[in-house]
């Protein structure tokens, strides 16, 4: 055990409190960002449900465009074979160039009936992409008015969390580096409380009793002394 002081024993103790007050300021703020982040993954499935709905516009939009020149294709086929049939000479020739018109009209047909489907398709997606966009276009700003608020809410936070931090540097720097590097260790190993109370017997850290004997040279204040249980500093309040 290492000899101590009552004015460094209240060093350490102010130290905690300001490593309380840090960790408790910090575990909000990072529920405080859960939640903003939560808002923006909201807001991320908004866009790639609207972009999902633009592919597929696009997809049918391109197949239309695709299909209405097959059938001005096909239309100026039909149109040339039949320039073609009034200058054939054999019956033969004019058997085979009529069956080619009329498979080619068929097509047509069939063309013809599949674009006016495609239109109807497209002036339904269409819609529902306009429609996307307009509830996109009043996510974002509600989200983001949200995301604002929440900053807003959480500005004094963000201040008073630099306060404890060079509170905690100032403090420190008047310990010995021996204390404030125990300090350190245990404050990383146990979430950010180094330095606890006993009272009856009981560490404030862990709430397991300690040795009477071990109770007895911690009101003393002369020794460094550490829970045997979670290893944290131990310290008696006379106001007990």
């Known amino acids: 055990?290492?000899?101590?002081?009552?004015?460094?024993?209240?060093?350490?103790?102010?130290?905690?409190?300001?490593?309380?007050?840090?960790?408790?300021?910090?575990?909000?703020?990072?529920?405080?960002?859960?939640?903003?982040?939560?808002?923006?993954?909201?807001?991320?499935?908004?866009?790639?449900?609207?972009?999902?709905?633009?592919?597929?516009?696009?997809?049918?939009?391109?197949?239309?465009?695709?299909?209405?020149?097959?059938?001005?294709?096909t239309d100026d086929r039909i149109k040339k074979s039949n320039d073609t049939l009034r200058h054939v000479k054999t019956d033969k020739e004019y058997q085979v160039l009529q069956r080619e018109i009329d498979n080619n009209k068929k097509r047509l047909e069939s063309l013809e009936n599949d674009l006016l489907k495609k239109f109807e398709d497209k002036d339904v997606q269409e819609e529902i992409v306009q429609e996307q966009m307009a509830d996109l276009e009043q996510a974002t700003a509600k989200i983001r008015s949200d995301q604002a608020a929440i900053d807003k809410k959480?500005?004094?936070?963000?201040?008073?969390?630099?306060?404890?931090?060079?509170?905690?540097?100032?403090?420190?720097a008047s310990l010995s580096p021996a204390f404030l590097k125990v300090f350190n260790e245990i404050s990383e190993t146990s979430g950010g409380l180094a330095v606890v109370e006993v009272r009856k017997e009981v560490c404030r850290g862990c709430f397991m009793n300690i040795p009477p004997q071990l109770y007895i040279e911690v009101q003393r204040g002369k020794d460094l002394i550490l829970c045997p249980q979670c290893n944290r500093i131990l310290y008696f309040s006379a106001a007990e």
């Open 1 to 73: 055990m290492a000899a101590i002081t009552k004015n460094e024993m209240d060093v350490l103790i102010r130290l905690q409190t300001a490593e309380t007050e840090t960790v408790r300021i910090l575990s909000y703020l990072k529920t405080i960002d859960k939640e903003k982040d939560a808002l923006e993954s909201k807001l991320t499935t908004f866009v790639k449900a609207l972009d999902k709905k633009k592919a597929s516009l696009a997809a049918v939009v391109k197949a239309t465009k695709e299909m209405e020149l097959e059938i001005q294709t």
């Open 154 to 172: 959480c500005e004094d936070d963000r201040e008073l969390l630099e306060t404890y931090k060079q509170q905690r540097e100032d403090i420190g």
